[in-house]
């Protein structure tokens, strides 16, 4: 079973704060992706890498940051948290050529 | 026109019946279809994926993909209470990587 683990369910952190997410696959697997959730704007695309050290922007990657060190670690880095980016954020872990992404539990995080 | 288009529901339907879970995407040239449910405070779980025209069936999951009408639909035979979630499309388009786009999700709802 694929098995992509969120450092935490539940986070509150306060507006100007650094905040980060981590997210760890077991799966070896080179592509990994960041997502948040919002209530009727769906899943969208922060960032993805799909090896170490590299990035790409997906569709929302502003005031957000990422790295990847390690193949098996892809962090998200909220360089200075905003109450706008209090949201579920969702790791994802996606295999070779069309294989499906698979997701982690999700963070939700409030930011007050 | 959204990338990836879905009814917000809520579908209802009794138990026992079958539930039709629509999709429509925009870009001809998509290459890989997924179904995930994710019931509410969740993450995404993939239920299925289909690639070739037709139909792709799962125990009481079908889906079916007409790439000349750019839709994809979902089929839940003998529906169970325990269904109810949301059912979220994504498309992987014709592009690098390995980037999905998502619909915002159909709210199935399944009555004793």
């Known amino acids: 079973d694929v098995k992509v683990t969120q450092s935490s369910r539940y986070l509150v952190k306060r507006t100007g704060e650094k905040v980060f997410l981590e997210c760890v696959q077991d799966?070896?697997?080179?592509?990994m992706f960041w997502y948040r959730q919002d209530p009727g704007l769906g899943l969208r695309l922060i960032y993805f890498?799909?090896?170490?050290?590299?990035?790409e922007k997906g569709d929302i990657p502003e005031g957000y940051s990422v790295s990847r060190e390690k193949k098996e670690r892809f962090s998200l880095i909220l360089e200075s948290a905003s109450t706008n980016q209090t949201s579920m954020y969702l790791c994802?872990?996606?295999?070779?050529?069309?294989?499906?992404?698979?997701f982690g539990d999700g963070t939700r995080l409030s930011i007050l | 026109q959204k990338e990836v288009e879905q009814n917000s529901g809520p579908l209802s339907v009794p138990e026992g019946a079958i539930a039709s879970l629509n999709c429509t995407y925009s870009?001809?040239?998509?290459?890989?279809f997924f179904w995930y449910r994710q019931y509410s405070g969740k993450s995404p779980e993939l239920i299925m994926f289909?690639?070739?025209?037709g139909d792709k069936e799962d125990g009481r999951f079908t889906a079916q993909l007409n790439k000349a009408s750019q839709y994809v639909s979902l089929l839940i035979r003998d529906s169970q209470p325990s269904d109810s979630a949301t059912y979220l499309c994504?498309?992987?388009?014709?592009?690098?990587?390995?980037?999905?786009?998502f619909g915002t999700g159909t709210r199935l709802l399944v009555s004793p």
């Open positions: 994802a872990l996606g295999g070779p050529s069309n294989q499906p992404q698979h």
């Open positions: 799966m070896d697997h080179e592509n």
């Open positions: 890498s799909y090896d170490v050290k590299m990035k």
């Open positions: 870009d001809r040239g998509s290459q890989s």
């Open positions: 289909i690639y070739s025209n």
């Open positions: 994504a498309v992987k388009k014709n592009t690098g990587f390995q980037k999905l786009v």
